[in-house]
């Protein structure tokens, strides 16, 4: 079959290395509007004209994601060799990261991958590079007959709720190993790892990398967790807010900048006025997140259940700690932004598991840019807890999108998102959530049944 490239003999090399290493497979990823690797399996020996672009795709509405064209040209998925992993858990496969090109010579306008390169571009042209640490939170589960989300043992289940919980994480023990021992056969640089307040819900945290590192090793995460829970018998979801009765899973984004030039992170300054410690790049990177948070939701929150989580109280009345609300604090985790005391990082609690890492990164970082080049000032920080969803004029908080409608407008009508994402993404990405929103918005479900049927 034809490729875009030349095949590099190295490449030839390499192949004979990885088979006499016993691989048999190599895939080469691209990443959807959903975050899921799509990808064709060659044989080893064919990997070097798969890193040359042999291989050949039509993504245009497969996932959902505009409208499929059948006379539309093919895209090729081109392999980033340093992203080039061997499967701990199945070591006859290798897996790459890949970027989807239109015709083979430009990025496809649905390459989540391209549209951060092009942002952290921006950024190195501004002097910065773009850090980025993620705490990852999932549900792992064995299905019921009913439906809920069966936690690994009872201990899951404990009321209030099984946060760090001894016995809740030693239960999961078996699969818990099996994955930590692949995150760190892999580099991932665990910290550590434990029970969450759902039933079943786990958090993972591990080193900071560059973005794009960080957003390919989100994609290796997803598609691993999933893999080795299947041998367990289990199964993972990063649906936000799975049931009722659930805490949310959160993806919080812990963003820095450092120096292009020099390495040294830029977020910090001992002189800041306030007495905080940040420094005026930091304060305007928080700037920016809050002048865009309405568009940056339909990206960070890209679902229709992801408002179920963005609730300040859980169904037991108790607080969910999810913000609710366009503000910063220095160590208040009821506002959208953090300026927590032992990193010197930003950190977004809004962003959840079901975001696609590439587009909400690069989203953010245009949104903190953007910030920086206008000089905005964020405003106070709010020190009190943000658990009220009726709005309080004394304090420097904007509320955040209420469901996905909302968020679809915003992003819709942004002229930012117009310039980080090309016009058709914008465009295809506003009907996909329209009709998502739609969708739910028109089934009537047993609540409104329960609380209307007889009432009226």
């Known amino acids: 079959m034809d490729t875009v490239n030349v095949v590099d003999p190295d490449h030839r090399e390499l192949a004979e290395k990885l088979s006499l290493q016993g691989v048999k497979y190599a895939l080469g990823s691209w990443i959807d509007v959903h975050g899921r690797p799509k ?13 040359a672009g042999s291989e050949r795709f039509t993504p245009r509405g497969i996932t959902g994601f505009g409208a499929m064209d059948p006379q539309e040209e093919e895209s090729v998925a081109i392999p980033d060799l340093d992203t080039l992993r061997q499967l701990s858990w199945d070591k006859r496969f290798v897996w790459m990261a890949a970027d989807i090109m239109f015709g083979g010579t430009e990025p496809l306008d649905q390459c989540p991958r391209s549209i ?101 090793r989100i994609t290796f995460f997803r598609l691993m967790i999933r893999q080795i829970a299947k041998r367990h018998g289990l199964a993972v979801t990063f649906m936000p807010k799975p049931y009722t009765e659930a805490w ?59 408002y179920k989580r963005l609730d300040p ?30 990193r010197p990082a930003v950190e977004n609690r809004v962003v959840d598991s079901a975001a696609n890492t590439y587009l909400a990164a690069a989203f953010s970082l245009a949104a903190g840019l953007d910030g920086i080049e206008r000089a905005l000032d964020p405003g106070d920080p709010v020190d009190v807890a943000l658990i009220d969803v009726q709005p309080d004029p004394t304090l420097n908080a904007v509320r955040l999108p209420r469901n996905l409608l909302e968020a679809t407008d915003a992003f819709a009508h942004s002229e930012l998102a117009s310039r980080v994402f090309p016009k058709r993404f914008v ?30």
């Open 248 to 306: 949310g899973s959160g993806h919080h984004y812990n963003m820095s900048l450092v120096s292009s030039q020099t390495g040294e992170n830029v977020m910090r300054d001992p002189a800041d006025p306030r007495g905080l410690g940040w420094s005026a790049t930091a304060y305007a990177f928080v700037g920016g997140l809050m002048r865009h948070a309405d568009a940056l939701a339909a990206i960070v929150t890209p679902t229709v259940n992801s």
């Open 116 to 216: 951060l390169k092009a942002q952290l571009k921006r950024a190195r042209d501004m002097g910065f590079e773009f850090k980025l640490g993620v705490e990852t939170e999932v549900f792992v589960f064995a299905e019921s007959d009913d439906g809920y989300l069966r936690p690994l043992a009872a201990s899951g289940g404990l009321k209030p709720c099984p946060a760090y919980d001894a016995e809740a994480t030693l239960d999961a023990a078996d699969f818990l190993d099996d994955f930590v021992t692949a995150l760190r056969d892999n580099d991932f640089g665990v910290f550590s790892f434990d029970h969450e307040g759902g039933d079943g819900q786990y958090e993972f945290d591990f080193e900071y990398d560059g973005a794009l590192e960080m957003a390919d």
């Open 39 to 51: 990808t064709k399996v060659v044989p080893i020996e064919l990997l070097p004209n798969m890193l």
């Open 313 to 342: 109280k859980l169904a037991d009345g108790t607080p969910s700690w999810a913000p609710v609300w366009s503000a910063y604090g220095e160590q208040n985790r009821s506002c959208m932004l953090r300026l927590p005391k032992n």
């Open 427 to 456: 465009e295809e990405y506003a009907d996909m959530k329209y009709a998502e929103w739609h969708s739910y918005h028109r089934t009537v479900t047993d609540w409104e049944r329960e609380r209307y049927l007889y009432a009226l």
